[in-house]
């Protein structure tokens, strides 16, 4: 066999993992259909909060162990991508958070001027914040100076890289629906806008728990990312333009200034929910292979992207 592992999906979540496994001493190699930039990764908004993730508990352990890894790369935010930023949830509080609150430094109840209009509660939180194109590029970079080898290829089924690799990782994302196959999981539409930044230094989310549209908005490096949508079971990938203007005036609302930012473009990505939350879990694959799976986190991926890694890779002999 070529490989000690092969990690199918080239995600934030495929290529977490395959580090992972890559810097404890195993050959990893990781197949993706598609490259890096053109995942659904690419297109998060990727402030980390665990948001539309179960199973609860598992969720804040993993979160918190990826935060501490994300506030150790804030150290070097042009190359990791990674920035610690200042901002509001508006409309959380923290008695609806899990236990995981308690170990994020800084996390408190928002003062009423740091507070949209038309909102009496809210959070404040100093968190990473993640530009995800220079992210995926330094996981590759990272992944690579580990010894590990990245192939573009589609593969047909799990069977197929288990010719080539004693254990294999489903890091597949939206994909593992056929290819597992697993119905359980669901496509949850985000559509998000870019703008030029008017000089919005502060992300802000705005929550509406009976609605499956969110409010945000996240200062990156040469521009600002609007949203945004939650469209459960909606497959479509082109953006949509009614939905677009609704983005630019929601967030008009809080910052005024938005409604006359030029518009750079317009993005759409698939969160790879499951119906019953994340699954990492191993089993035997045709002629004595391992496969281990890590899928379905849906609009958190990067969010636990290491927890999920290290756990994951607990189950790799």
């Known amino acids: 066999m070529s490989g000690d592992v092969t990690v ?45 993730i179960q199973p609860e508990r598992p969720v804040g352990d993993w979160s918190i162990a990826s935060l501490r890894v994300y506030e150790k790369l804030a150290a070097r935010p042009e190359e990791t991508g990674v ?29 009423a001027r740091e507070l949209p209009q038309g909102y009496d509660c809210g959070l404040w939180a100093r968190i990473p914040l993640i530009d995800m194109p220079v ?43 056929r290819l597992v196959p697993d119905d359980r999981v669901r496509a949850v539409r985000g559509q998000l806008v870019l703008v030029e930044n008017p000089g919005i230094e502060e992300w802000c989310t705005a ?6 549209r969110t409010t945000y908005f996240f200062p990156q490096p040469g521009r600002l990312i609007l949203g945004g949508t939650a469209d459960e079971d909606d497959w ?6 009614a939905t677009a203007e609704e983005i630019v005036a929601r967030c008009a609302l809080i910052r005024p200034e938005i409604a006359d930012a030029r518009i750079l473009g317009h993005r759409v990505g698939l969160r790879p929910a499951r119906t019953e939350g994340v699954r990492i879990e191993a089993g035997p694959l045709p002629g004595g292979g391992l496969l281990v799976h890590n899928y379905g986190h849906g609009g958190a991926g990067v969010t636990v992207a290491w927890g999920c890694a290290e756990a994951a890779a607990r189950l790799v002999p």
């Not at 580090?19 to 404890?24: K, Q």
């Not at 990245?150 to 597949?172: K, P, Q, S």
């Not at 929550?207 to 499956?212: I, L, M, Q």
């Open 236 to 241: 479509r990938l082109e953006p949509d333009p």
């Open 135 to 177: 992210h995926l590029a330094w996981l590759r970079r990272r992944f690579e100076a580990a010894g590990g080898t990245l192939e573009t290829r589609t593969v047909g089924g799990f069977a197929e890289a288990a010719e080539e690799a004693r254990v294999v990782v489903n890091c597949t994302g939206i994909a593992a629906r």
């Open 207 to 212: 929550v509406d728990h009976a609605s499956d």
């Open 83 to 111: 920035r610690l930023v200042a901002g509001v949830q508006a409309g959380e509080r923290l008695t609806r958070l899990g236990s995981w609150a308690a170990q994020v430094e800084g996390l408190r109840e928002a003062r």
């Open 8 to 52: 199918v999906g080239g995600g934030v979540i495929g290529l977490t993992t395959a580090i992972v496994l890559a810097e404890s001493g195993r050959r990893v190699r990781v197949w993706t259909r598609d490259a890096a930039e053109e995942t659904t990764s690419a297109v998060a908004g990727a402030l980390w909060w665990p948001y539309r």
